[in-house]
Structure formats: structure tokens, C-alpha cells
């Protein structure tokens, strides 16, 4: 089907650093997929080899059904947008989005014609005749936007192409190459660390860490439920615990902390008796209440008894660090319900057992 | 002391260098081209422009065309065997051997231009090493040297190095995503490099040519010892005048008119050398 990218067993090392093992991966054709991850995690490299930059050292590409593993950059129905978009500097804007479809040999009347109608898509109508150094940052990018989609790809790749732009004119730009992308309809590769570009964007995002897929979900339910420690710590589950847990039943797990508080969470069918887990809880998942009672977990869920540590003020919400035992929370409190509380306030941690998140430990196969 | 004072004053020596051993000279040749040379092969100082009437008779005309022939032919030879040794240098060469290699191109002036000239005819001379080696596969022996292919190929060895070295600079800093991105929108790589590279090192290729243009326009030794005096060039008529016939006014008016096609050149590619000092 056009547009559809299958990863088969992909794997490519620079020396001896594994850049991506063993990645297989389908995008579905017509699809925003954003591959996210900290910087070293291959995804970047991932892009490169679908683009035809680096070769696999094992593996095969699909692109549309068809196997472009040993297809040159030049002869594969992809087109990039790079990060620091690697505009032409001895061509205008006009010649920028031209160059591909002079590659293609296309006439002149429809080049004039197909390099204005992408330029106006990208709002930059009129500017064609503009030397590329004469625009900003944010116009550069639409060029370099323009110059890929002119040439209706059926995938079009992204590499980190906001990364250069700052935080006002980034949001911008996701709403509207979101927009372009529902609009055109092809499918979309995007490379990003940043996990609200990825949360706004995507229809699916492929978290990478250390060369490998971590999880491949639509982001509502990579938000809800991070399936391992790295995604829940990339994607801001900032409360992780080690915990062993003590018992099972009915739907419900009794947990130890290392640091020996007893929690509840949800039976999600994963929990073995006497396993050793790391669980994860969002910060906004807690309440604080005033005053340090300890009450036993279970019942309207956990309420542990702690002091508090530290603030940081945020605006909209204030951050506080709990003591909780041997072990520091963060709990997140937001403005509109925000209590008098002070540094050293013995308050009560609460959340429900449905907000405990139980962790796979994909890291310590890394060391 | 006003900033423009100081920058003034920092500049001075440079100033005083350059007047001293470059527009000193430049007058007094243009005081000596004026002038009418004595029985003796001394200067007579005048107010003529007899020298230069008789630089532009055709025969001189002549031998300066034949001089631009030649350091055409050298710095288009040159451009076509620098290029892919820059582009490798800059591009491909493993960046740790870079210094090392680009060392190994400015090796040869370590050696004077003479000595080397004469290198080359004890190579191509009638018992020498190409023809020995000839023989023994029965060629030969072929007239390789005194001849105007002789000549060029002295040039081209001797300014080769000046033009490898600035296409080498400005292949070095062409970004790699620049050729990715002719890749990315369907350009192979002879396109690529037609389309990509060639135009982005343009800085590089006016700097060389101007470089190897310069130098050959005025050749000398070459001509002389490669091609056996047996033609005329520019430098050796100018040369001549000075040691052979002992007319200096004819000879600083020749030198002159060379200075001034000079001069012309650098004004009509000044655009793109601006580009190469700025990027």
C-alpha cells in the first residue's frame, strides 16, 4: 500500500557502538509516526537508513511494499526534511523548492507552477524570488517543508526539523505541520526528543532508547500506560520506586517499597508474589492533605505519611518534594486547589491503586 | 586618539611595506618605460610613450597572446587535476591524515623551482628516464622536451599546488547535509556534483585560477629551460630586454602593460574572490 514503511530485523553499528538493534517496525500508510528518544538513541540513524544516508548492516526496508534496502537516496520514494534544513545557498527560495522537480525533468511552466502552489501551502506565497539567507529561521523551515512536499513523496521524513526555532514559534509550527500532514495525507516520519511535540503530533510514537524500540503506541495510551521504566521516566512519570510484591488477589496487588512502605496498585495481570517490580506514579496522580496520620493502604487507596521537603513553584501548579520514609516523591499540586503549606509540613501522600503504574526494567540488559 | 586614529596607525607598517617594495617600484618602472634607452644600454629620461607604440606592434601582441594561451591552458589543466585531489583531500581522506596530506602537497617547495625544472629535463630529455624506459618496450625515443608541451607541463607541475590548496578549503567546509539534501530530491551523484558542488566551491575556483593565471601569464623558467628558449613568452621577452638586449624602457613598458592585464582580471572576478574571503 503507498506510504506504508515496514522495518524488518533492522540493525547498524558505527564501530562498535550499536546504533539500532534489530528494529522492526510497520507504519501504517497515512500515518504522523514519531520516533522519540534521548540523543544517542538511534533514532536518528533509524530515519537515515529509511532515507538511504546510511545502509543496514542487517535487515530489510519496505517502503509501499516494495524493498529499497539497496536503493540510493536518490532513487527512494522519500523525501527529508533536515534538521538545519540544508537549504541550497546559491539558489532562492523559488530554486530550493525547484531542484527537485528539475531532477525530475519536469517542464518549466509546471515548475513555476508547482513551486508557487507549495510555497503559498507553506504561506511563503510571492517570496520565491528571496535569496534563502534573507529569511528567518522559521521561514527557512517552511522552504525546507516546501521543498519536500513539492515532490509529493509517498513518506516524508522529518529530522528534528524544530529543533533550531524557539518555544513560541515551535508550538506554531506543530499545529500547522500537523495541518499539512492531515491535509496531504502522506505519511509522516518525525524525529523529536521532545515529548510534547510528539504528544501534540502523532497518530503513534515509537519510543527508542540505546538502539531499540521501547513501546510503539498512540499517545494517549503511552501517557496512561508507559509499559517501562525508560518510557515512564522519559514522559515525566517522575515518582519511580523498586518494590517487591507481598502478595496478590482479587484484583489487587500488595506492594513493599525498598524503602518499606506498603502500597496497593491495580492487578494488571502482570504481578507475580514475591517479584521485585519498579512502579511508577504520576506526580499529579497524588493529593496532599494536611496533617500526618499513616493509615493503612487499601480502602479508598494509599495514604502514606510524609514531610515536606522542598517546592518549586511553577506558575500553574507547585511541585513538592515529600520525605516519604527513606524514600523522596514529587507530588504535583495544582494552582486552583493550592493549600497554605510551608517546608517541613507533615502532610498525607494519596492516590488511588489505579495510579500505580507497573514497570518493565528494560535497562540493567544495557550494562 | 580616535578609534579610526589607532586603526590608522596599526596599519602603518603594512602601509610602509607596501610602498616601499611594491608601489616604489611600480613608479620607477613607470619612470623608466618613459624613458629612451642610451647607446650603452642605459636609460635616457623622457616624456615618451614610444615603449608602449611599440609593444602593441603585432609581433608582441603576438607573444602576449601566446602567454594568455598558456596560462589558460595551465590553469584549466590545473583545475582538472586539483579538483579531485581537493575533493578527495577535503571529502574523503580520513580527517586524521588530512594535515599530513596536505603537507605532502606543499612538499615540492621545499625544493627551489629551478632545481626542479631541472629534475624534469634529465626525465624527459632524449637519454632519460621516460625514453630509457620507452626503449626497453621499443618506443622511441620521442622528442619530449624543448618543445610548447614541454612548457605546459612544467607549468602545470609547478602551479599545481596553488590550486589545490584553496579548492581544498572550500571543499572541506561544504556542508555534508547539503549533499545529502541533492540526494534526498532525486540528484545522482554526477548531478550532484554538477548542481551542488561545483557552484558552492566556485569561491574556491576563482582563487585557484586566479592564483595559477597570475604566476603563468609572466612564466619564465619554464619556457626557458623546458621549452630551450626556442619560443617567446612574456616573461622571457621581458627578460631579454633587460639582460640580453639592454633595452630597459621597452622592457618596463612590457612589464607594465603585464601588470595592467593583471590588474584588469582582478577587478573582473572581484565579486566571487569578495565571497571567498567572507564565507
Known amino acids: 500500500m503507498r506510504g506504508q514503511v515496514v522495518f524488518q530485523g533492522l540493525r ?25 528518544g534521548p540523543s544517542g538513541c538511534g533514532k536518528t540513524t533509524l530515519l537515515r537508513l529509511l532515507a538511504g544516508f546510511e545502509s543496514p548492516d542487517a535487515g530489510r526496508i519496505l517502503i509501499s511494499g516494495r524493498d529499497v534496502t539497496a536503493l540510493p537516496p536518490h532513487r527512494r520514494p522519500v523525501n527529508t526534511v533536515f534538521q538545519h534544513y540544508a537549504l541550497f545557498p546559491h539558489r532562492t527560495v523559488g530554486g530550493n523548492v ?106 503513534r510514537i515509537a519510543v527508542m532508547n540505546h538502539g531499540r524500540l521501547e513501546q510503539v503506541d498512540a499517545p494517549e495510551t503511552l501517557y496512561d500506560r508507559p509499559r517501562t521504566r525508560f518510557v515512564a521516566d522519559f514522559l515525566a512519570v517522575r515518582n519511580l520506586l523498586p518494590a517487591t510484591v507481598s502478595s496478590v488477589s482479587s484484583g489487587r496487588a500488595a506492594l513493599r517499597t525498598r524503602g518499606g512502605a506498603a502500597l496497593e496498585a491495580a492487578d494488571d495481570g502482570g504481578y507475580r508474589e514475591g517479584a521485585a517490580v519498579w512502579i511508577g506514579v504520576r506526580p499529579e496522580r497524588m493529593r496532599l492533605e494536611a496533617g500526618g496520620e499513616r493509615t493503612a493502604a487499601g480502602g479508598d487507596g494509599n495514604r502514606l505519611a510524609g514531610t515536606l521537603v522542598d517546592e518549586i513553584y511553577l506558575g500553574d501548579r507547585t511541585d513538592w518534594r515529600v520525605q516519604l520514609g527513606e524514600e523522596t516523591v514529587t507530588v504535583a499540586e495544582p494552582a486552583a486547589s493550592a493549600q497554605p503549606r510551608r517546608r517541613g509540613d507533615a502532610v498525607t501522600v494519596s492516590f488511588p491503586p489505579e495510579a500505580v503504574l507497573r514497570l518493565e526494567d528494560t535497562e540493567p540488559e544495557d550494562r | 586618539m ?94 586524521r591524515a588530512r594535515s599530513a596530506l596536505l603537507v605532502l602537497v606543499i612538499l615540492p617547495f621545499w625544493t627551489s623551482f629551478l ?30 622536451l624543448y618543445n610548447d608541451g614541454a612548457v605546459l607541463l612544467g607549468q602545470v607541475y609547478g602551479e599545481l599546488p596553488f590550486m589545490i590548496l584553496p579548492l581544498y578549503a572550500s571543499l572541506e567546509k561544504l556542508d555534508r547535509s547539503l549533499l545529502e539534501a541533492a540526494a534526498d530530491l532525486g540528484a545522482g551523484p554526477a548531478r550532484a556534483l554538477w548542481r551542488v558542488t561545483l557552484p558552492l566551491s566556485r569561491a574556491g575556483i576563482v582563487a585557484g585560477s586566479l592564483l595559477v593565471f597570475i604566476p603563468s601569464l609572466g612564466a619564465y623558467l619554464a ?17 631579454a630586454q633587460f639582460a640580453v638586449v639592454r633595452d630597459a624602457p621597452f622592457g618596463a613598458a612590457l612589464s607594465f602593460l603585464l601588470s595592467l592585464v593583471v590588474l584588469l582580471l582582478l577587478v573582473l572576478f572581484r565579486r566571487p574572490l569578495r565571497e571567498s574571503r567572507g564565507a
Open chain 2, 115 to 144: 632545481v626542479r625544472m631541472y629534475a624534469w629535463i634529465f626525465m624527459l630529455r632524449t637519454e632519460g628516464l621516460v625514453n630509457t624506459l620507452l626503449a626497453r618496450v621499443g618506443i622511441g625515443p620521442l622528442n619530449l
Open chain 2, 2 to 95: 580616535s578609534a579610526r586614529r589607532a586603526a590608522l596607525l596599526l596599519a602603518l607598517p603594512c602601509l610602509l611595506v607596501l610602498a616601499v617594495l611594491f608601489l616604489a617600484p611600480q613608479a620607477l618602472m613607470f619612470e623608466a618605460s618613459l624613458g629612451r634607452r642610451s647607446a650603452y644600454g642605459g636609460i635616457i629620461h623622457a616624456w615618451s610613450l614610444g615603449s608602449y607604440r611599440r609593444a602593441l606592434e603585432p609581433i608582441y601582441l603576438a607573444i602576449l597572446a601566446r602567454s594568455v594561451v598558456l596560462a589558460l591552458a595551465t590553469t584549466l589543466l590545473c583545475l582538472v587535476f586539483a579538483y579531485p585531489v581537493a575533493y578527495w583531500l577535503g571529502r574523503q581522506a580520513p580527517v
Open chain 2, 223 to 239: 619556457p626557458d629551460l623546458l621549452g630551450g628558449a626556442r619560443t617567446m613568452y612574456m616573461g622571457n621577452l621581458i627578460q
Open chain 1, 12 to 36: 547498524k553499528a558505527f564501530g562498535d557502538v550499536l546504533a539500532v538493534r534489530d528494529v522492526s517496525l510497520d507504519v501504517r500508510a497515512g500515518e504522523f509516526l514519531t520516533l522519540l
Open chain 1, 98 to 203: 525547484a531542484f527537485g522537480l528539475e531532477m525530475q525533468r519536469r517542464g518549466k511552466g509546471e515548475i513555476a507552477e508547482r513551486v508557487e502552489k507549495a510555497l503559498e501551502m507553506v504561506r511563503l506565497g510571492g517570496l520565491g524570488g528571496r535569496r534563502v539567507s534573507q529569511l528567518s529561521g522559521g521561514q527557512q523551515q517552511r522552504v525546507a517543508l516546501a521543498r519536500a512536499v513539492v515532490l509529493e513523496p509517498e513518506v516524508l521524513l522529518l529530522d528534528e526539523p524544530m529543533a533550531a526555532l524557539d518555544l513560541k514559534l515551535r508550538q506554531e509550527m506543530r499545529v500547522e505541520v500537523k495541518n499539512l500532514q492531515e491535509r496531504l495525507g502522506i505519511t509522516f516520519v518525525f524525529v523529536t526528543h521532545d515529548q510534547d511535540e510528539a504528544l501534540v503530533m502523532s497518530d
